[in-house]
């Protein structure tokens, strides 16, 4: 625990961290204050603001954060140090998973609101209608419906955070891994209209619309579940190169 608390506090303590958490406010304010035009209901606003910022913006933001929580170890050498402390490499993967997904649910949490604070003030509280595929959240069911989203969204995000962090350590790189990482996603977007779904990250849900449709569809807990084992195959494979790399040291 105290591991934890000391790794949190060192990747927080960064500018870098800091300004992005910063953007990402007025980033995600930017578009709730522009979205509130085109949606009927207060409710509304906080799954349309998630749609306009689009899967690739998230994505990007949560693989640099994570890409960057690496390199710190590895521009400043403090591996070595943590070698010296006898601190098992599953725990440090463990510990640095958890400081990526402390920092994305941030975002999240401010993704969400901020837009809901908005909504709340300027639109009246009503239904959710997504008429694009024919569903309607009743009024009672709103709230609980929207933080439904958010959850599976930050869950679902623990895969990029793995993936960013196991090219992090075969590259030992800063700027590559989020380029990869990119590239990766992007493509795995352009392979949705050519294989239909039968591979399940075929349609990373880190977009509210996707969520959406798998909630219509009632695979969204399959797709979130078949994430949450490569995020745990990915970070057993991650703490494996993290102890072949403190054996070179």
């Not at 709730?32 to 603001?49: D, G, H, N």
């Not at 599953?90 to 958890?98: A, D, M, S, T, Y």
């Not at 569903?135 to 933080?147: G, P, R």
Request: glycine residues 2%; positive net charge.
């Amino acid at each position: 625990m105290n591991i934890l608390f000391y790794e949190l506090k060192k990747t927080f303590k960064y500018k870098t961290i800091q300004l992005t958490l910063w953007v990402w406010v007025f980033a995600v304010s930017v578009f709730a204050f522009s979205t509130k035009y085109y949606v009927a209901s207060s409710f509304e606003l906080p799954i349309a603001t998630l749609s306009n910022l689009s899967a690739i913006t998230m994505v990007t933001l949560i693989m640099s954060m994570s890409s960057y929580i690496w390199g710190l170890e590895i521009d400043f050498k403090t591996f070595k140090i943590l070698k010296t402390k006898n601190v098992a490499s599953w725990k440090f993967v463990l510990i640095k998973l958890i400081v990526g997904a402390i920092y994305t649910f941030i975002c999240f949490f401010i993704a969400f609101l901020i837009p809901t604070f908005i909504g709340f003030i300027f639109l009246p509280q009503g239904n959710i209608n997504f008429e694009d595929i024919n569903m309607v959240i009743k009024k009672k069911e709103c709230l609980s419906f929207i933080i439904s989203i958010y959850f599976k969204q930050w869950i679902a995000s623990m895969f990029i955070i793995a993936l960013t962090a196991f090219i992090a350590l075969q590259t030992k790189n800063t700027i590559l891994p989020v380029i990869i990482t990119f590239l990766f996603v992007t493509l795995v977007g352009k392979m949705t209209g050519l294989i239909e779904m039968n591979f399940p990250t075929l349609l990373l849900p880190i977009n509210s619309e996707y969520i959406l449709r798998e909630y219509k569809y009632g695979i969204v807990n399959q797709r979130i579940f078949s994430l949450i084992v490569y995020t745990i195959v990915l970070t057993i494979i991650n703490a494996y190169l993290y102890q072949k790399k403190d054996t070179k040291i």
